[in-house]
């Protein structure tokens, strides 16, 4: 089975700093990896998404997310985060089963910047 | 604005108690999809529709039932209420059943006491 996981609950950055939310992946054949972000009291919104071809996936807000199959991971980055960043990020996967598709999410990392 | 509207908000209900939570999306959208999000176990699928007529289970969907009657609406049921159904419940929508971009709406809190 596909899984992603996600292993900082929090990250605290200070605004103008750059971020990095981590995500690694376990999955058979080619990755299907998202991210989505979710502000309080909102559903999540999709960021960015990476399927086939360049490694740097640019995406909403500024962000991009870097794909690395030698380390498995698909790391959200900021160059200067912002206070109206703060949020809660999940990494998913997708996953075919049972004859559909699905996505497969991480825990979700929340991200606190601080002005 | 076009996008997914979830209904109630937020809802406190005793244990035992039939509920449904209404979804409607207005994007003409194939697949639709129930999550619920609990605290620090990310999102989980309960049930999915990838076209009008068609319904499946998800990971968690016991003690759950759905119907797609048409396109639009994706009501999510309860037939009776436990605790442990006390959770954030999100309906969602994709264009296609390949689950790559999904619309959230804002999220059904309900409490089951």
């Known amino acids: 089975a596909q899984s992603v996981a996600q292993p900082e609950d929090q990250v605290n950055v200070a605004e103008g700093n750059p971020l990095t939310v981590k995500c690694t992946y376990s999955?058979?054949?080619?990755?299907?990896l998202f991210w989505y972000v979710q502000y309080p009291n909102r559903g999540l919104q999709f960021l960015l998404k990476?399927?086939?071809?360049?490694?740097l996936v640019k995406g909403s807000y500024g962000f991009e997310a870097e794909f690395n199959k030698s380390q498995t991971s698909f790391h959200l980055k900021k160059p200067s985060a912002l206070v109206s960043d703060s949020a809660l990020y999940f990494c998913?996967?997708?996953?075919?089963?049972?004859?559909?598709?699905?996505?497969?999410f991480g825990a979700g990392t929340r991200l606190a910047v601080h002005p | 604005i076009a996008g997914i509207t979830q209904a109630p908000t937020s809802q406190i209900l005793a244990a035992g108690r039939r509920m449904t939570l209404r979804c409607t999306q207005d994007?003409?959208?194939?697949?639709m999809y129930w999550y619920r999000q609990d605290l620090g176990l990310g999102l989980r699928l309960i049930h999915y529709?990838?076209?009008?007529?068609?319904?499946g289970k998800g990971e968690v969907p016991d003690g759950y039932s759905v119907s797609r009657a048409n396109t639009d609406d994706f009501p999510l049921t309860l037939a009776s209420a436990v605790p442990s159904q006390t959770s954030v419940y999100f309906c969602?929508?994709?264009?296609?059943?390949?689950?790559?971009?999904?619309?959230f709406g804002a999220g059904s809190r309900l409490t089951v006491l």
């Open positions: 529709s990838n076209t009008a007529g068609t319904t």
């Open positions: 969602a929508s994709s264009e296609a059943s390949g689950a790559n971009v999904l619309t």
């Open positions: 990476y399927i086939t071809g360049d490694n």
């Open positions: 994007m003409r959208h194939n697949a």
């Open positions: 998913a996967v997708r996953e075919r089963s049972g004859g559909y598709n699905k996505l497969i």
């Open positions: 999955v058979s054949g080619n990755p299907y």
